[in-house]
Structures are given as C-alpha cells and as structure tokens.
C-alpha cells in the first residue's frame, strides 16, 4: 500500500494523537509498515548507496522546504549525516535515538513504537529500553539484504514521526527503483 493509499482508507493512525483512535487504524498502520519491511528489500548497500540515498532525502527536503535531519549508518559507523535549514542539536538527538532502536529491533523505529501500542505494553515502559539513549518514534528504518538482514538504517528527524517514516519509506522506494537493488 502506497502512503497515498494510506491515508485514503478512512481515518488513519495518528502517533501522536490521543489515546481514544480506533483500534482498527493501529492494526491497518502496523500491516502497512510490515508490507513495508516485505517490499523495500535489497540485493546490495554500499556506503555510496548511503550517500547517494543520502542526497535523495535531502534533495526532497530541500524541495519541500522541509526542516530535516538525516543519518544513515551501521552500527558505529556513520556513512551519511546532513541537516537543513531549520533544525537544531535537538534533531541530533532523534537520529541517534530513532537509529538506535531500529538497530537493537531490526525493525523500523515506529514499528517499535506501534506494537508496544497495540500490546498494551509500551517499549517505553521497559526497563531494558532505555529512553535517554533510544526512542520508538517514528522516522529509522532498517536497510534490509535479502537473504542476511539489516545491515544499516536510513533515519529522518524534524517532522512528526509518521511524517519522518512516510519520508523514509518513500526516498527507500524511489532509490530502489531507480538503482534497481
């Protein structure tokens, strides 16, 4: 399902909305971006594949005149980092956090966020999940190999979070696309 598509079939998820949305949206939310995860598989990612990713997302930001952060990295490796007009240290923050969580889970940092949601059980409220180092908001998706898994994670921050995901997931489908991976 495309985020157009999402936002068509009714009153979609809000994250950061109240606590009283439809539980039905949650659920529709979470298949969303599990088909996400499905689809947005690669054959190979190189850090020249990062940098050029890199400058997709910014190249959309900068269209957009959007207020962005982005990293790209493996785990203590940072292979693309840049930031708009618009953001502060703060944004810093949310990268490394958002980035963290995607890379401890193996899953995209909303998903994180959402299932602990639906479950009734916040990652949040673990007392393993340590919220001063990682946060399950959305905006960090892992950069899945086929056939071996994760091997990076594209993050965006300065949006709200489904808006830092949509952004994620829709710089993932343009660049596998075009370089075909």
Same mark, same amino acid.
């Given at each position: 399902?495309?985020?157009?598509?999402?936002?068509?079939?009714?009153?979609?998820?809000?994250?950061?909305?109240?606590?009283?949305?439809?539980? $039905?949206?949650?659920?529709?939310?979470?298949?969303?971006? $599990?088909?996400?995860?499905?689809?947005?598989?690669?054959?190979?990612?190189?850090?020249?594949?990062?940098?050029?990713?890199?400058?997709?997302?910014?190249?959309?930001?900068?269209?957009?005149?959007?207020?962005?952060?982005?990293c790209i990295r493996r785990p203590d490796h940072i292979l693309f980092r840049a930031a708009l007009d618009g953001t502060t240290p703060d944004n810093d923050y949310w990268?490394?956090?958002?980035?963290?969580?995607?890379?401890?889970?193996?899953?995209?940092?909303?998903?994180?966020?959402?299932?602990?949601?639906?479950?009734?059980?916040?990652?949040?409220?673990?007392?393993?999940?340590?919220?001063?180092?990682?946060?399950?908001?959305?905006?960090?998706?892992?950069?899945?190999?086929?056939?071996?898994?994760?091997?990076?994670?594209?993050?965006?921050?300065?949006?709200?979070?489904?808006?830092?995901?949509?952004?994620?997931?829709?710089?993932?489908?343009?660049?596998?696309?075009?370089?075909?991976?």
């Open positions: 399902m495309s985020n157009d598509a999402l936002s068509s079939a009714g009153p979609a998820f809000d994250p950061d909305g109240s606590d009283d949305q439809s539980a $039905e949206a949650l659920e529709a939310l979470i298949k969303t971006i $599990e088909r996400e995860v499905d689809e947005l598989q690669f054959t190979r990612f190189t850090n020249d594949d990062a940098v050029a990713l890199g400058q997709l997302i910014i190249q959309l930001g900068v269209g957009r005149n959007l207020p962005i952060a982005v990268l490394d956090a958002k980035s963290r969580t995607a890379e401890r889970y193996f899953l995209p940092s909303l998903l994180v966020g959402l299932r602990g949601r639906r479950d009734g059980t916040p990652v949040e409220d673990d007392p393993l999940f340590d919220t001063t180092t990682h946060a399950a908001h959305g905006g960090s998706f892992p950069l899945y190999i086929q056939d071996v898994g994760p091997v990076a994670t594209v993050t965006v921050s300065g949006l709200p979070q489904l808006e830092d995901h949509k952004l994620v997931v829709e710089a993932l489908r343009t660049f596998h696309a075009a370089a075909g991976l």
